[in-house]
């Protein structure tokens, strides 16, 4: 298969996995423990920026730089963003800043992940 399908796709889905999540009417209750449902987002965003910042690097070249990492880590926290707002036009739902928050904590999270991740590979090879 194509190498673009398996660098792209993955992230790609996810991004519309997130998206039919934020139109359902209500949320399903897995959790429920008090905070699950910034647990949920927190762990979503961890999992987009992860995502995200595999797809950036590559897609950024050879020799990347910092550059991407910025701009992955700013896509996955408007990302979070744009899907705090789309919720305002979905039945039963309400944008909240909280779950946007949590959503910054994943994606924050997710990037240390990501980062440690590249020096521990970067030490091995």
């Known amino acids: 298969m194509n190498i ?6 993955p992230w790609f889905l996810y991004c519309i996995f997130i998206f039919f999540l934020s139109s359902l009417s209500s949320s399903p209750d897995i959790l429920t423990l008090p905070l699950s449902d910034k647990i949920r987002h927190a762990f979503l965003y ?3 920026a ?3 910042l ?8 050879e020799h990347p730089g910092r550059r991407y990492f ?20 979905v039945a039963n739902r309400i944008p909240d800043v909280m779950d946007w928050a949590a959503d910054v904590i994943g994606v924050s999270i997710g990037g240390i992940i990501y980062w440690k991740y590249l020096r521990i590979k970067r030490n091995i090879i």
Not at 4 to 9: A, K, N, R, T, V
Not at 54 to 61: L, M, N, P, T, V
């Open 4 to 9: 673009y399908f398996w660098l792209y796709g």
């Open 46 to 48: 961890l999992v987009l």
């Open 50 to 52: 992860i995502l995200t």
């Open 54 to 61: 595999r797809a950036f690097r590559k897609w950024s070249g």
């Open 70 to 89: 910025i701009w992955a880590i700013l896509f996955c926290i408007l990302y979070g963003a744009s899907d705090e707002w789309h919720q305002s036009f």
